[in-house]
Every structure is written in C-alpha cells, then in structure tokens.
T-cell receptor, first 112, second 114 residues
Framework: DQQVKQNSPSLSVQEGRISILNCDYT??????FLWYKKYPAEGPTFLIS?????DKNEDGRFTVFLNKSAKHLSLHIVPSQPGDSAVYFC???????????FGKGTTLSVSS | EAGVAQSPRYKIIEKRQSVAFWCNPI?????LYWYQQILGQGPKLLIQ????????DSQLPKDRFSAERLKGVDSTLKIQPAKLEDSAVYLC????????????FGSGTQLSVL
C-alpha cells in the first residue's frame, strides 16, 4: 500500500513556464514533507521541505504548498529551466523519526 | 564537506552469488540508511541505523540481506544469495539525527543480477 503517491510519471514544460508537480499521501501521521531531485547516475539531492504547521514554503524559484485537509502537496518551479530536467521525488516522515517514505517520482522535462 | 561515499558504483553478479556494498556517511551523522531503488520506483527503506544500533529493519529480507554498522560509522550491506529481483540501485544516506532531518544520499551502487 503506497503511503506517498505521485500519480504523474512525467511532465513536459517549456523553458520559462511554470512546472507543477503533485504528491498525495494517505498517512495522517506524516507531518514533515520533502522534495528531492535526482539526475541520472546520481543519488537524490534535497530540494525543499515543509512542516505541517505551514502551508507554504519558498526557496528561490521553488515553492512547496501543503493542503493538510486534502493530504496533498505540490512543488512549483517558476520559471522552469532546462537544468531542472530530472526526476522529482516527494517524501514524507513524522516526529517519531520514521525514515523517509518516497513516492515513485515524476520525470520533469524542460525544453528550451 | 565530503558527501556520502559508496562503493562499488556498479556490480554484475549471477543469481545465487553473494555481494557486498560499502558506505561511509558524512562525518558526524548519527543516522544511516540503506534504500533500494528498483527501476521506475521510488527509494524503499531497507534498514535504518542510529549510531551502531538498528532502528528499523522491518522491510529488510532477512533471509538473504544483512547489514551492519560497526563503531557507528561505516556500514556494509550484504546479499547472499542474490536473486534476479534484487537488481536495483542500492542507496546509502545519512542524516544528523532521526527527526525531521534531510537525508544526504550517496551516488548508489547499481546491481545487476543475471
């Protein structure tokens, strides 16, 4: 049973436009959420996180939105750049220190 | 700051053979994780260590997989005997502590079982 779901396997966006990646979770005990980016042949790298006490967190071109009632979060990238082309993983955890649980990932392709 | 080191980068073995992976976490990181990433899937936790103690190994196939973290630093993950379905990337990660900490990942070991 998948506790973290990324239902879109892929997304294609033109350079300069907005990229929106979505993530849903089922476990109401999750209270901390992270996004990781992964390039081929490399390990995932941390991108941005959000605590359940917030509904938005921004870092440069990246913004994560959290809707607790819908158990949904999204990552917005504005403006998108070709270097953003990668696999993006949503992950969740809780205050008990449970190891991160990852979604299946969404492959983002940004064309110039 | 040096990152998480893993070796080897690639390994090809035949089924029923054994294989071992090594990981050196970021200095000072108390928590170490081994994840398995099958093609097209997200990373799945195999085992989590806090210093040299096991916190969570509930998803580790203990009949064939074993892991240790001697002295709370380096860690090894072993598979014996390997099966075809073990073909995956094995990722090691570390964090300062267990709670709400971002993980730093190594580049992984790509295992192919033929």
């Amino acid at each position: 049973d998948q506790q973290v779901k990324q239902n879109s396997p892929s997304l294609s966006v033109q350079e300069g436009r907005i990229s929106i990646l979505n993530c849903d979770y089922t476990n109401s005990m999750f209270d901390y959420f992270l996004w990781y980016k992964k390039y081929p042949a490399e390990g995932p790298t941390f991108l941005i996180s959000i605590s359940s006490i917030k509904d938005k967190n921004e870092d440069g071109r990246f913004t994560v939105f959290l809707n607790k009632s819908a158990k949904h979060l999204s990552l917005h990238i504005v403006p998108s750049q070709p270097g953003d082309s990668a696999v993006y993983f949503c992950a969740a955890t809780n205050q008990a220190g449970t190891a991160l649980i990852f979604g299946k990932g969404t492959t983002l392709s940004v064309s110039s | 700051e040096a990152g998480v080191a893993q070796s080897p980068r690639y390994k090809i073995i035949e089924k029923r053979q054994s294989v071992a992976f090594w990981c050196n976490p970021i200095s000072g990181h108390a928590t170490l994780y081994w994840y398995q990433q099958i093609l097209g899937q997200g990373p799945k936790l195999l085992i989590q260590f806090q210093n040299n103690g096991v916190v969570d190994d509930s998803q580790l196939p203990k009949d064939r997989f074993s892991a240790e973290r001697l002295k709370g630093v380096d860690s090894t993950l072993k598979i014996q005997p390997a099966k075809l379905e073990d073909s995956a990337v094995y990722l090691c990660a570390s964090s300062l502590n267990r709670v709400n900490e971002k993980l730093f990942f190594g580049s992984g070991t790509q295992l192919s079982v033929l």
